[in-house]
C-alpha cells in the first residue's frame, strides 16, 4: 500500500470516528478506486481500501485495511441502488468469489448487475500474512486432518493435537484472532456504507453473510433499505443446535446423493446401489486398506481424510473439478473416485483431489492450508453454548449414533471451534418480538451446512420477513441454483419490496450427476 494510500485511509479512519462520537462532517471523504483488471461480464471493476480500527473500544490500537470492490449497474436509467454482497467464509476472501459470481451463476449476476451497483468487501481476517506457518504448526494440523472424528480414541487424539496447536500459534492468537469477531464486522459494514454516502442499503448474504446480515439489521434497522438472507445460521448463535441440525441436514444430503445417483443410473458413476458402494467403501477406509497408485503409492487415505473431503464436496453439487484429466463437478468426481475404491482399491482420485484442496505435500507430509482453523475460531468467538471437553465428547457420541455419515462431517467443524480461550464476543440472539425491515429469508429443503430449520426459525423470528423455499440440494441457493422461479421471487423483492406469497417454493429439477448447472 502507497503512502498516500496510508495516509487517506487514517484521514477517513479518523473523520468516520468523529461521525460516530457525535461531530459533524459533511462530506463523504474522497476515496482513490483503481482499476480492478477484471472483466466482470463485460463491465469494470474497480477497488479502494479502506481502514478500520481493530478495537473498536480502543481506535488508536491499529487497523485492518478492508479492500472494497464495485462494479457499476449495467443500466443506469434503471438503477435501483447499490446492493452490498457477502459470499460467506469469513475466512477466505470475498474478492476471489466476486470475480467468479458471473460464471457460477450468471443468470443471478445478470439480473442483478442491470439494476444495482454491485459492492463487496473484505471482512477482517481475510487475505492476512499468517505468521502461524511454522514447520510444528504445519505437523500438526496435516495429523489431524488424518483423524476420524467419529472414532472415540481417535477424535481423544484429535483434541490433545489441537492443544497443542493452539500453544505453538498463541502468539498468533493474541495479536490478531481476537479481533475478527462479527460484531467488529458489522460495525466495519457500517463504515463503509457511511465511506460510500449510501444512507440505506441493499443488503445479499449468503451462509456467513447470513450471520453479518442479521447483526447488521439489529444494529441498524434504520439503514436498511432491503435484504436477502440466503442460507441461515441458527439465529441463536447456539453451537450445539446448529451442530445438530447440520448433521441431520448433512445425512439427508447424502440421502439426496444417493437418490440422484440411482435416478441417473450408469450416467453416476457409483451406479448401482450408492448407498450399499457407498457403506462398503466406508468400511476399507476404515480398515485402513486404500492408498493411491503410481507416485500416490505410498500414500493411504484415512477415513479422517475421506470425511474431510466429504465436507466440502457434499455442499456444493456443482462445483468443478479438473483434475487427472477429469473435467466433472465435485458429486461427479465423489462418486468416480468412491467407484475406483470399491472395484479397483484405488485411492488415486481422490488423494489427488484431497492433497489440492488441503495443500497436503505427500513427501513431507506438511499441510500449508488453515483455512478451516480460521474460520472455526470466528464461530468460536461468536457463537453461545460452547460445549466443555465432556459435553462435546457426549455431543459426538450422540451425534454420530444418529447420523452415522452425516454426522461426523458436523462433529468436525464443533470440535474445531473448541477450546480457543479467547475473550468471549458471543452474538446478540435475535428476539421472538423483533420488528425490523422486511427480510427475504431463503431456504434450501436440503442443504448440508445451514439447515432448513434455521430459515424456518429466523423466519418466525423476523416478524416482517418472508421465507422463500427452494426444494433444491447444496449449501445455499446463490451456489446451486440458476432457477428462474428464484431469481424472480428475488428480484422482485430488491427492485419492489414485493415479498413472494407465503408459502413459496420452487421446485428443484436438476440432476447433477446429468445435467450442466446452467439447465437448472
Not at 492433497?355 to 506438511?366: A, E, I, R, S, V
Request: charged letters at 20%; a positive charge; glycine letters at 6%.
Amino acid at each position: 500500500m502507497s503512502t498516500n494510500l496510508s495516509r487517506l485511509n487514517r484521514f477517513f479512519l479518523f473523520s468516520l470516528l468523529f461521525i460516530s462520537s457525535g461531530g459533524i462532517f459533511s462530506d463523504t471523504p474522497h476515496l482513490i478506486w483503481h482499476d480492478c483488471s477484471k472483466n466482470m461480464n463485460g463491465s469494470s471493476c474497480s477497488y479502494t481500501h479502506i481502514a478500520v480500527p481493530k478495537n473498536y473500544k480502543k481506535p488508536n490500537a491499529g487497523t485492518f485495511a478492508l479492500k472494497v470492490l464495485k462494479v457499476p449497474a449495467a443500466n443506469e436509467s434503471s438503477k435501483v441502488g447499490t446492493l452490498f454482497i457477502n459470499f460467506g467464509m469469513p475466512w477466505e476472501s470475498q474478492e476471489d468469489t466476486f470475480y467468479q459470481f458471473p460464471h457460477f451463476n450468471h443468470k443471478l449476476f445478470s439480473a442483478l448487475h442491470d439494476h444495482f451497483d454491485l459492492v463487496t468487501f473484505t471482512v477482517r481476517g481475510s487475505n492476512l500474512d499468517f505468521s502461524c506457518q511454522t514447520y510444528a504448526a504445519q505437523k500438526l494440523r496435516s495429523k489431524m486432518l488424518k483423524l476420524n472424528l467419529s472414532d472415540p480414541k481417535q477424535l481423544k487424539t484429535y483434541m490433545r493435537l489441537q492443544r497443542q496447536l493452539f500453544t505453538v500459534c498463541k502468539p498468533y492468537r493474541d495479536k490478531t484472532l481476537r479481533y475478527l469477531a462479527t460484531k467488529n464486522s458489522v460495525k466495519d459494514l457500517d463504515m463503509v456504507r457511511q465511506a460510500l454516502g449510501i444512507a440505506k442499503i441493499n443488503y445479499y448474504g449468503d451462509s456467513y453473510g447470513t450471520v453479518l446480515g442479521q447483526q447488521y439489521i439489529m444494529n441498524y434497522h434504520d439503514k436498511v433499505r432491503a435484504m436477502v438472507l440466503d442460507g441461515n445460521i441458527n439465529p441463536d448463535y447456539d453451537m450445539h443446535a446448529w451442530i445438530l441440525h447440520a448433521a441431520a441436514s448433512n445425512e439427508d444430503t447424502l440421502q439426496q446423493f444417493f437418490n440422484l445417483c440411482t435416478e441417473a443410473g450408469s450416467k453416476c458413476a457409483l451406479y448401482p446401489r450408492p448407498q450399499k458402494r457407498f457403506a462398503a467403501t466406508i468400511e476399507l477406509l476404515d480398515k485402513g486398506h486404500v492408498s493411491g497408485r503410481g507416485k500416490l503409492a505410498n500414500q493411504k487415505l484415512t477415513r479422517g481424510m475421506f470425511n474431510n473431503l466429504l465436507e466440502d464436496l457434499i455442499p456444493f453439487p456443482t462445483m468443478p473439478v479438473s483434475l487427472q484429466g477429469c473435467n466433472l463437478n465435485s458429486w461427479q468426481y465423489l462418486a468416480q473416485g468412491l467407484n475406483d475404491i470399491y472395484t479397483k482399491k484405488d485411492a488415486s482420485l481422490l488423494l489427488n483431489l484431497f492433497n489440492q484442496m488441503k495443500g497436503y505435500h505427500p513427501d513431507t507430509g506438511l499441510v500449508d492450508s488453515q483455512d478451516d482453523w480460521l474460520s472455526t475460531a470466528v464461530f468460536a468467538l461468536d457463537f453461545n453454548n460452547q460445549p466443555n471437553y465432556k459435553q462435546l465428547l457426549d455431543d459426538a457420541h450422540k451425534i454420530n449414533e444418529l447420523y452415522p455419515f452425516g454426522g461426523v462431517v458436523a462433529t468436525q467443524f464443533e470440535v474445531s471451534s473448541f477450546g480457543w480461550q479467547m475473550p468471549a464476543n458471543a452474538l446478540t440472539r435475535i428476539s421472538k418480538t423483533a420488528q425490523f425491515p422486511a427480510v427475504l429469508i431463503v431456504g434450501n429443503l436440503h442443504d448440508p451446512t445451514t439447515s432448513y430449520v434455521d430459515s424456518e426459525e429466523l423466519a418466525q423470528r423476523l416478524k416482517n420477513s418472508r421465507l422463500l423455499t427452494w426444494k433444491g440440494v447444496g449449501h445455499t441457493a446463490i451456489y446451486n441454483t440458476q432457477s428462474d422461479c428464484m431469481i424472480n421471487c428475488e428480484l422482485d423483492y430488491l427492485l419492489y419490496l414485493k415479498l413472494p406469497a407465503k408459502d413459496t417454493s420452487c421446485p428443484y429439477t436438476f440432476n447433477p450427476f446429468v445435467e450442466k448447472i446452467d439447465k437448472q
